[in-house]
């Protein structure tokens, strides 16, 4: 009987465990967040103007005005949410639902004060300092009912993933320059989703053709390049690139093609205009494998 008593009790335990909110996982996600929210100070008060983006690619101004960015305000930070979202864990691995919430951050610092201001504003003042580039993003999910959640971060040039079962169980955690690059790629994937950051000067631009720009990120000792590609209602579609390694089972990295890929455009409550579905994938030579595709629940 006390045996049983005893497994009772290590059973309950552990479905508490499970159930409450707090996760290691998740406080630390929301500790990078709230840093990186704190750092970036008040909303700018100045809006997005055309002039803002006159040096751009035409394919770009015209995304801008068309996806209604134009007259609304410089924005220092993005977040976007996916509920149910298919999820595959590796070529081989199971599939998951998962709950995804991401924010990227691409401020202008003001470091004198920490106040924050678009270049368009500042005239280029030299005493206002583009911030690194910031993004971290939080999977949560379980496996056999057992809770998994994922972290995904870039923050002073430096990226990782890890990924943890039952909240104190580490199944994997991917670092290295490899990984720092992975998450600068990423991280320039969506940064469409937030022009005040195309501001910043660590984006480069060189147009292809009329629907195809090329742009290079350089930031914490990592360069790399990717090409977006619109659509003739000059919607963002796609971004491509063969600077982003993919994680195998065995903790290598392995330099695969990887697209994201984004569409069925909605105007949100705000009047601008986004993607509504995303797909991440890796273009292995054999066949695409899709291991994110899910439809965007919140946008702000």
């Known amino acids: 009987m006390s045996i049983l008593i005893i497994i009772a009790t290590i059973i309950l335990i552990i479905a508490i465990w499970f159930n409450i909110p707090y996760s290691p996982v998740k406080?630390?996600?929301?500790?990078?967040?709230?840093?990186?929210?704190?750092?970036?100070?008040?909303?700018p008060k100045c809006v997005i103007t055309k002039a803002d983006f006159e040096s751009f690619p035409p394919a770009i101004q015209k995304y801008i005005e068309n996806c209604g960015y134009i007259g609304t305000p410089h924005k220092s930070y993005l977040r976007m949410f996916y509920k149910n979202v298919d999820f595959m864990q590796g070529k081989n691995g199971p599939k998951l639902k998962i709950d995804y919430?991401?924010?990227?951050?691409?401020?202008?610092?003001?470091?004198?004060?920490?106040?924050?201001?678009?270049?368009?504003e500042t005239g280029l003042d030299p005493t206002y300092n583009?911030?690194?580039?910031?993004?971290?993003?939080?999977?949560?999910?379980?496996?056999?009912?057992?809770?998994?959640?994922?972290?995904?971060?870039?923050?002073?040039?430096i990226g990782g993933m890890k990924g943890v079962i039952a909240k104190c169980f580490t199944l994997f955690n991917q670092t290295g320059a490899e990984m720092d690059k992975a998450c600068l790629a990423t991280y320039l994937a969506e940064i469409m989703f937030l022009p005040s950051a195309l501001l910043s000067g660590f984006i480069t631009f060189e147009e292809i053709d009329d629907y195809n720009v090329r742009?290079?990120?350089?930031?914490?000792?990592?360069?790399c390049s990717g090409v977006f590609t619109f659509n003739q209602n000059y919607e963002y579609i796609s971004f491509t690139t063969?600077?982003?390694?993919?994680?195998?089972?065995?903790?290598?990295?392995?330099?695969?093609?990887?697209?994201?890929?984004?569409?069925?455009?909605?105007?949100?409550?705000?009047?601008?205009?986004?993607?509504?579905?995303?797909?991440?994938?890796?273009n292995y030579p054999e066949s695409d494998f899709v291991y994110f595709d899910g439809k965007l629940s919140e946008v702000n």
């Open 27 to 43: 406080n630390e996600f929301v500790k990078d967040v709230k840093e990186c929210i704190e750092k970036s100070g008040s909303t």
């Open 101 to 120: 919430t991401q924010y990227d951050f691409g401020f202008i610092a003001n470091p004198k004060n920490g106040g924050v201001k678009a270049l368009s």
């Open 130 to 157: 583009a911030a690194e580039p910031c993004r971290f993003a939080l999977i949560d999910s379980s496996m056999f009912g057992i809770p998994f959640q994922g972290y995904d971060y870039y923050k002073n040039g």
């Open 215 to 223: 742009a290079t990120i350089s930031n914490g000792g990592q360069t």
């Open 242 to 282: 063969n600077d982003r390694a993919v994680s195998n089972p065995d903790n290598t990295m392995e330099k695969i093609p990887w697209s994201a890929i984004c569409g069925d455009y909605k105007v949100s409550a705000s009047g601008i205009k986004y993607p509504s579905t995303f797909k991440a994938v890796w």
